[in-house]
């Protein structure tokens, strides 16, 4: 970090979102181009069809990973080194590699590094390794820790009545669980999409056809040996692409969180929204300052931290979403420098992620306030009043209750006094005259079973 960094991803930040580091940095593209040019390697040495690349022995396999496996910032510095004077990213992971095998006993097999392929080859599966695991390794595990939170909260609240609001207005009550539930089962939906995500790669040549591959082994299977690669690397093998793997997967997968972050957004807004009502209060944290000038408050900081950087997220995350997929002819340049920005997304969302964690953490209820509320809007009982009355076969109980509530406030004793004089069966009667707003929530509580605990 330092004080001069212009994100604040590599500034103010750097400490909540170091972990996508391994997965989004220029030292991780670096590094999963040498996992991938290294397991092609491998791969040459175990396919009878490329008899040039003899077969390797543990000890050379093991030498092979080792380049990937301890990849450091001194490999990654002297593979910049490397591009600054042959100018090219790819090749310079290339000389990278055949330095390390030089003094070796695979140095008979050093032009077989990077063999037959075009730079799109390694970039595609070493972005599609990067994502996979940024996504499955870091983003995912926040998300699923969060909404294991919310859902908590949730079922603990299932039963705690809270006036609901529709347009703003009072409105039937509710129970604060069943409204978090909402938003679990929401987020749930989309974390079996972001798990059951295709990560695709492509390992066909310049410009998808093998034309390199064949021309030095017309009979080999490539497209089988290319599947079995890509394959093996964990990824889901694109047998028709252009020079470039076309990247739809890689919008399925900006989409998705960008619709977790929108559910995210819509919570935030709803939770500060109850804050401010008073519905929650915020635990004090000894030291912490909320206002530099009035000493009382408390701010909802973290769950506006949280809107904004699911906001700069989610922009991010929908320009490559609709850019990606669209390249000029066989491919144009435009791609790799967006790409370079997907963790910029990722990693706001994962910030975003930690703050609404750290403010769900600070919230306790506020059982008085909402008991209040509760208790001056008898009004909204005139829902189940001229429900009942239109059951019975009541002339105009919509109209009728309307008149008695619309725009006034109601006393208990007013409307037990309209209840009485209805001409109801004893049951339903009594049944409305017990009636509070704060009983009045029909199943909310049983409903929060539908999320997954």
Known sequence: MTIKSISPLDGRYESNVAVLG????????????????????????????IPEVRAFTDAEIALLRGIADSFDEAASL?????????????????????????????ADVMEFVHFACTSEDINNLSHALMIKGGIVDVWLPMAEKFVAAVAALADETKEVSMLARTHGQPASPTTIGKEL?????????????????????????????FNAHTSAYPDAPWEEIASSFVE??????????????SHDYLAEAFHVLMRFNNIAMDFDRDVWQYISLGYFKQKTVAGEIGS????????????????????????????????????????????SSALRNMGVGIAHSYLALQAALRGLGQLTV???????????????????????????????????????????AITPEAMRAFISGLDLPEADKSRLQAMTPASYVGI??????????
């Open 22 to 49: 391994d997965y989004f940095s220029e030292w991780a593209l670096l590094k999963y181009r040498v996992v991938v040019e290294v397991e092609w390697l491998i791969k040459m040495a175990a396919t009878p069809e």
């Open 78 to 106: 002297r593979i910049k080194e490397i591009e600054s004077v042959t100018k090219h990213d790819v090749k310079a992971v290339e000389y990278f590699i055949k330095e390390q095998l030089k003094e070796s006993s695979l």
């Open 181 to 209: 539930a909402v938003f679990v089962y929401r987020w749930q939906r989309q974390l079996r999409q972001v798990r059951g995500l295709e990560y695709l790669g492509k390992f066909n040549g310049a410009v998808g056809n």
């Open 232 to 245: 093996g690397l964990g990824l889901t093998y694109n047998p028709l692409t252009t020079q470039i793997e």
């Open 292 to 335: 530099s000038t009035m000493p009382h408050k408390v701010n909802p900081i973290n769950f506006e931290n949280s809107e904004a950087n699911l906001g700069i997220a989610n922009a991010t995350l929908d320009h490559l979403a609709n850019k990606l997929p669209i390249s000029r002819l066989q491919r144009d340049l435009t791609d």
């Open 366 to 408: 506020n059982h008085a306030a909402l008991e209040a509320d509760l208790a001056s809007t008898w009004e909204v009982l005139a829902e189940p009043v001229q429900t009942v009355m239109r059951k019975e076969g009541h002339e105009n109980p919509y109209e009728q209750l309307k008149e008695l509530t619309r725009g006034a």
């Open 444 to 453: 909310a509580s049983q409903l929060v079973r539908h999320i997954q605990k």
